[in-house]
């Protein structure tokens, strides 16, 4: 058995330290780890880019569509509450479009978003995590802890997310610096353990994976409480 400090990582995860060993993780410590949810190809048969397994957990049923009660269901599913949930339905609202411009010129009335065009969502002021055909760089990835992680723990505090939205912000570009601070403040409340979002975390959290953990965690949890994500629970112990 690990201890509850220390697991070995998961195959799908490259690991920079001595033995392959990750710590302080909020989820792989305390939860085995089962990844037939997240499939790796789309509906036609196509490897799936690191940003489309990220949203895949949005398309339920494989069809390569993301209604808006899709976003709905999917946040509650991840343990927010009813006025998180339904705020969750900016997303269709904003990058609908983007995502149907594969398809046609005319907006989706129903405000869909289209999985196979995710990349073309990507905005402005971001991380440039994902690159512009939403492939994964682990690189940047790497460089943002060596940058922002202030406490040298592994782990990003909301002042060091604070710090990172403020620096990547573009000259003239609102609508990004509105998308990338709801982005960091959605993943801090979900994702952090006593105050820090860890890397490990995060590197599940783009790649889609941690996003089923999280929904098996909560449906294996008995007692309410125990039902909300850690990141939650966290929050609501440190107040």
């Given at each position: 058995m690990?201890?509850?400090?220390?697991?070995t990582r998961s195959p799908d995860f490259e690991s920079k330290e001595p033995n392959g060993v990750y710590h302080h993780s909020a989820y792989f410590n305390s939860y085995e780890a089962s990844r037939e949810d997240?499939?790796?190809r789309g509906t036609a048969g196509e490897p799936l880019s690191v940003?489309?397994?990220?949203?895949?957990?949005?398309?339920?049923?494989?069809?390569?569509?993301?209604h808006p009660w899709d976003v709905y269901s999917g946040f509650r599913e991840l343990g927010f509450?009813?006025?998180?949930?339904?705020?969750?339905?900016?997303?269709?609202?904003f990058f609908s479009y983007p995502t149907r411009l594969g398809h046609s010129w005319i907006p989706d009335p129903l405000f869909r978003i289209f999985v196979r065009d995710i990349h073309k969502a990507k905005h402005g002021s971001d991380s440039g995590i994902y690159d512009f055909d939403g492939n994964f760089n682990p690189e940047r990835f790497d460089q943002l802890f060596e940058r922002f992680d202030s406490?040298?723990?592994?782990?990003?505090?909301?002042?060091?997310?604070?710090?990172?939205?403020?620096?990547?912000?573009?000259?003239?570009?609102?609508?990004?610096?509105?998308?990338?601070l709801m982005e960091w403040w959605t993943t801090w409340v979900?994702?952090?353990?006593d105050g820090l979002v860890w890397k490990d975390d995060l590197r599940a959290c783009?790649?889609?994976?941690?996003?089923?953990?999280?929904?098996?965690?909560?449906?294996?949890?008995?007692?309410?409480?125990?039902?909300?994500?850690?990141?939650?629970?966290n929050f609501f112990n440190m107040i």
């Amino acid at each position: 058995m690990e201890s509850p400090e220390q697991i070995t990582r998961s195959p799908d995860f490259e690991s920079k330290e001595p033995n392959g060993v990750y710590h302080h993780s909020a989820y792989f410590n305390s939860y085995e780890a089962s990844r037939e949810d997240v499939s790796s190809r789309g509906t036609a048969g196509e490897p799936l880019s690191v940003l489309q397994r990220h949203v895949q957990f949005w398309d339920r049923d494989n069809d390569g569509i993301i209604h808006p009660w899709d976003v709905y269901s999917g946040f509650r599913e991840l343990g927010f509450g009813l006025f998180f949930s339904v705020g969750s339905l900016l997303i269709p609202l904003f990058f609908s479009y983007p995502t149907r411009l594969g398809h046609s010129w005319i907006p989706d009335p129903l405000f869909r978003i289209f999985v196979r065009d995710i990349h073309k969502a990507k905005h402005g002021s971001d991380s440039g995590i994902y690159d512009f055909d939403g492939n994964f760089n682990p690189e940047r990835f790497d460089q943002l802890f060596e940058r922002f992680d202030s406490s040298g723990k592994g782990g990003l505090s909301a002042r060091d997310l604070s710090e990172l939205w403020a620096k990547d912000r573009c000259a003239a570009d609102p609508a990004g610096w509105s998308f990338a601070l709801m982005e960091w403040w959605t993943t801090w409340v979900l994702l952090q353990k006593d105050g820090l979002v860890w890397k490990d975390d995060l590197r599940a959290c783009y790649d889609g994976s941690l996003f089923w953990k999280i929904k098996h965690e909560r449906e294996r949890a008995g007692r309410h409480e125990e039902r909300k994500s850690p990141g939650m629970r966290n929050f609501f112990n440190m107040i």
